[in-house]
């Protein structure tokens, strides 16, 4: 059984700055992609942030120059630095995993229960 916790998340003022984790337990061989995504009240989730399993990266336009997502293979943490927050980062922010539980396998897809980050004065 794989499971995805996120923490990190909390109030922040505009201008400052957050770091999200997931941490990555269970039967897992290796992380095939790890993403970052978001869900305000009212709207839709949102592809936010990704990372390959070689390391590759992208963003949402909106977060590009602001927030950064990185892993460590080894301790099976994905994160995501969040700077400059604005109001209208505020959402619940949801890991995504694509899970690999051994060798050959095809990877399994699993998300994180969400943490809350508000930004406001």
């Known amino acids: 059984q794989v499971q995805l916790v996120e923490f990190g998340g909390g109030l922040v003022q505009p201008g400052g700055s957050l770091r999200l984790s997931c941490a990555v337990s269970?039967?897992?061989?290796?992380?095939?992609?790890a993403n970052w995504y978001r869900q305000a009240p009212g709207k839709q989730r949102q592809f936010v942030a990704g990372i390959s399993s070689g390391g590759n990266v992208n963003y949402v336009d909106s977060v590009k120059g602001r927030f950064t997502v990185s892993k460590d293979n080894a301790k099976n943490l994905v994160f995501l630095q969040m700077n400059s927050l604005k109001p209208e980062d505020t959402a619940v922010y949801y890991c995504?995993?694509?899970?690999?539980?051994?060798?050959?396998?095809?990877?399994?897809?699993?998300w994180g229960q969400g943490t809350q980050v508000t930004v406001s004065s």
């Open positions: 995504y995993a694509a899970i690999v539980a051994s060798s050959g396998a095809v990877p399994r897809a699993y």
């Open positions: 269970g039967s897992i061989f290796s992380i095939a992609a």
